[in-house]
């Protein structure tokens, strides 16, 4: 799947989840791009590598993943929220992030980039260039043109 093919996929659905609840589509994008390599791996339709912990109900997918531990990348078996589609997964994401209050400051937020430094400084990714990392993927893609206004047209 190219790049262009896998933003065509997302796209509604990020579109949707930003009218929700106000995340921008271009950091929904960017982080289901990141997170997958562009959708070439996604282990339980999980877009977001939202792991699952004790408060999850539904399906799980353990795999491979990659932390930050003390500044080392260490390779470790991580237990994963498992969707039936990444439509569910992108609307799981909006209600994950609506009910953590970590994430509570990103909803004053209103572009792509401030949401991205807002998500790694609440601590939702060991990456300590995990912000930085989203930014180049929203940059390299102009994704800022995906974002809707709350009149819903485009940005």
Do not use: H
Not at 49 to 65: C, E, H, P, Y
Not at 79 to 89: E, G, H, K
């Amino acid at each position: 799947m190219t790049p262009a093919e896998f933003i065509a996929q997302i796209l509604p659905g990020a579109q949707a989840c930003q009218r929700a609840t106000g995340i921008p589509a271009s950091i929904t994008i960017a982080q289901a791009a990141l997170e997958t390599g562009w959708g070439k791996d996604v282990m339980g339709n999980n877009l977001f590598g939202i792991k699952a912990d004790k408060s999850w109900k539904g399906r799980t997918a353990t795999f491979m993943t990659t932390e930050e531990i003390n500044g080392r990348k260490v390779k470790m078996l991580g237990t994963f929220r498992a969707y039936n589609s990444w439509a569910d997964a992108v609307i799981d994401r909006g209600l994950f992030l609506k009910q953590n209050k970590r994430y509570a400051g990103c909803f004053n937020l209103k572009t792509g980039p401030e949401w991205a430094d807002a998500l790694q400084a609440a601590g939702y990714a060991t990456d300590s260039n995990y912000a930085n990392s989203l930014k180049a993927v929203m940059r390299g893609r102009n994704m800022a043109q995906y974002d809707v206004l709350p009149n819903g047209a485009r940005a």
